[in-house]
């Protein structure tokens, strides 16, 4: 989410402060809702995808989903613990280069359907001719 939420803000080439303004809050706890530290409000989606001028669910996924906090495990000392806050942490991580993965490829793939387009103009306008 994180990394897509900035990868969007930065392509549109909006700051940090400009979000933060919008959202009434100072720039660093934008910059650490953006990082994923502090949890985004509901009402704050909208006004983020508002700004970004996008639909809210490009940039609000499920991936909280494999998010864990330690006071929903009870058994916060076992080595079962352990395992699953490192196993968490390492999905956490592959979800993230996935996601990253995704976006490049998503615009590599419009890019090549602009260029498309454009030679598909430039063939019809020598047809012409």
């Known amino acids: 989410m994180e990394i897509k939420l900035r990868q969007i803000r930065e392509k549109k080439g ?3 402060e ?17 990082r994923g ?3 985004i409000q509901e009402r ?3 006004i983020i ?3 970004l001028d996008i639909d809210k669910s490009e940039i609000k996924d499920e991936s909280n989903i494999l998010t864990i906090s330690r006071e929903e495990i009870l058994i ?5 613990f352990l395992l ?13 280069t996935l996601k990253q ?10 890019s090549r359907l602009k260029d498309k387009e454009e030679l598909i103009l430039l063939l019809k306008q020598n047809k012409k001719d």
Do not use: C, G
């Open 84 to 96: 699953s806050e490192q196993l968490t942490a390492e999905l956490q991580e592959h979800i993230r």
């Open 49 to 51: 995808a508002n700004v």
């Open 101 to 110: 993965k995704i976006i490049f490829i998503k615009d590599q793939y419009e």
């Open 37 to 39: 530290t502090s949890k």
């Open 44 to 46: 704050e989606w909208d």
């Open 14 to 16: 909006i700051s940090q």
């Open 76 to 80: 916060s000392s076992s080595p079962l």
């Open 18 to 34: 400009t979000m933060a303004e919008h959202l009434n809050i100072s720039q660093s706890q934008y910059y650490r809702k953006e």
